[in-house]
């Protein structure tokens, strides 16, 4: 019993150390970035990921508030006049991808229209060589299927049909 408690004290205070010196970590770290020109703050905080990026703006906020007492409202301001640009940036994205979508669908129907217009200039070519052929050289069997494929069939008139009586 006396060694379960000893590890737990020993893993509580190594955890609240480890954690004490997160929190130097990171307020040396905002006070590095806060020292740093601006081209140099720029490529450290590009080289962020995202958790460390908002840990940091926390952390700057922290140690800007005691000389600046509005850091919070700016702070705001700045974030959400970021999101804007962000989503303005992503609307003209959107819109080029869409022009090319509607560029994709115009080109592939005026394909689809060619072939169409092709394939009929084609068929138009291909009866007119069927019909200049000499039909001396054809079987009966499709002499006739093509002239009964010529002509209309007829209707039976009245004057045909049986009266009855």
Known sequence: MRYLAFVLLTTL?????????EKERAARQAKELLAMTETEAKATIEKMSRGE????????????RPRFKQADH???????????????????????????IFLTVALLAGFFIYVLLDQRRWMKQLSQILNSQNLDNVPPSVSNARSALRSPKKSPTRASRPTRK
């Open 13 to 21: 205070f190594a955890h609240s150390i480890s954690a004490e010196t």
């Open 53 to 64: 990026a908002a840990e940091a703006s926390s952390n700057i906020l922290n140690q800007v």
């Open 74 to 100: 700016v702070a705001y301001l700045l974030q959400h006049l970021a999101q804007i640009q962000a989503t303005e940036r992503e609307q003209k994205r959107l819109n080029n991808l869409l022009l090319v």
